[in-house]
């Protein structure tokens, strides 16, 4: 591990990999979100959210999302370029569907690190 490599492979596979799942809108497993669950049909079978829950989950993304931006707002400025990148790399390339929750994630991935930007230069002050 001293070498830079984690198994053999550099950041920069790692990062890969991980990215690579992403693609399939989760990456659940190896063979993709849908085919983790054991469905013939592909559809899942989950119980809608109630409203408490959907309250629930919206408080908690909100926590998150601050959290990253305080964490991002002390980030170096290649963590933050690499976060840039980050969205760009989950944006539909040439020959891709455009999928409506791709492009509004990496919009709002652009828009946590511009709010961290923000917050840097007031807590600079």
Same mark, same amino acid.
């Given at each position: 591990?001293?070498?830079?490599?984690?198994?053999?492979?550099?950041? /920069?596979?790692?990062?890969?990999?991980?990215?690579? %799942?992403?693609?399939?809108?989760?990456? /659940?497993?190896?063979?993709?979100?849908?085919?983790?669950?054991?469905?013939?049909?592909?559809?899942?079978?989950?119980?809608?959210l109630s409203h !408490?829950?959907?309250?629930?989950? %919206?408080? +908690?993304? #909100? =926590?998150?999302?601050?959290?990253? #931006? !305080?964490?991002?707002?002390? /980030?170096?400025?290649?963590?933050?370029?690499? !976060?840039?990148?980050? $969205? =760009?790399? #989950?944006?539909? %390339?040439?020959?891709?569907?455009?999928?409506?929750?791709? #492009?509004? $994630?990496? !919009?709002?991935?652009i828009h946590v690190?511009?709010a961290a930007g923000?917050? +840097?230069?007031?807590?600079?002050?």
């Amino acid at each position: 591990m001293s070498d830079g490599t984690l198994g053999g492979l550099n950041a /920069a596979q790692w990062r890969y990999m991980a990215l690579s %799942r992403w693609e399939n809108e989760g990456g /659940a497993s190896l063979h993709g979100p849908l085919e983790s669950w054991g469905l013939s049909d592909g559809q899942p079978e989950v119980p809608p959210l109630s409203h !408490a829950e959907l309250v629930q989950l %919206r408080v +908690r993304v #909100i =926590a998150l999302e601050n959290l990253v #931006i !305080a964490l991002l707002a002390e /980030a170096s400025d290649r963590q933050l370029a690499l !976060a840039r990148d980050m $969205a =760009a790399y #989950i944006c539909p %390339r040439a020959g891709f569907t455009q999928h409506p929750l791709t #492009i509004h $994630a990496a !919009a709002r991935m652009i828009h946590v690190v511009e709010a961290a930007g923000r917050f +840097r230069n007031v807590a600079e002050c």
